[in-house]
């Protein structure tokens, strides 16, 4: 199973990204997908999730109303929108996938098997 995350950069205050991860090698139907961030000197926090069936979305507070997790399951491919960044969203942004994770795990990163490798994104003017 690999992950492979793409779209960080720098963009300033105010703008937005969109994140993908394309998931690869799962042969399950279904799998829950987390997005995860890690600042310098700080650990890995949950941002969004998605649940193994797709009908249910979780969020930081620190990402609602600004951030959108969605997934094409044609396409193996988890996205997160990413609008009116701040400079505090300043990190290193992982995907992740679990075909078994429980909806109360997903916010946990220890709950994930398969990591991408991450992507940055640097908000400042």
């Known amino acids: 199973v690999q992950l492979q995350a793409s779209g960080g950069g720098l963009v300033q205050p105010g703008g937005s990204l969109r994140l993908s991860c394309v998931v690869s090698g799962y042969t399950f139907s279904s799998y829950a997908v987390g997005w995860f961030r890690q600042a310098p000197g700080k650990e890995r926090e949950f941002v969004a999730g998605h649940s193994r069936t797709g009908s249910s979305t979780y969020y930081a507070d620190s990402a609602k109303g600004r951030f959108t997790i969605s997934r094409d399951k044609a396409k193996k491919t988890a996205y997160l929108q990413m609008n009116g960044l701040k400079p505090d969203d300043t990190a290193i942004y992982y995907c992740?996938?679990?075909?078994?994770?429980?909806?109360?795990?997903?916010?946990?990163?220890?709950?994930?098997?398969?990591w991408g490798q991450g992507t940055l994104v640097t908000v400042s003017s």
């Open positions: 992740a996938a679990d075909a078994t994770l429980i909806t109360s795990s997903i916010r946990s990163a220890s709950a994930y098997d398969y």
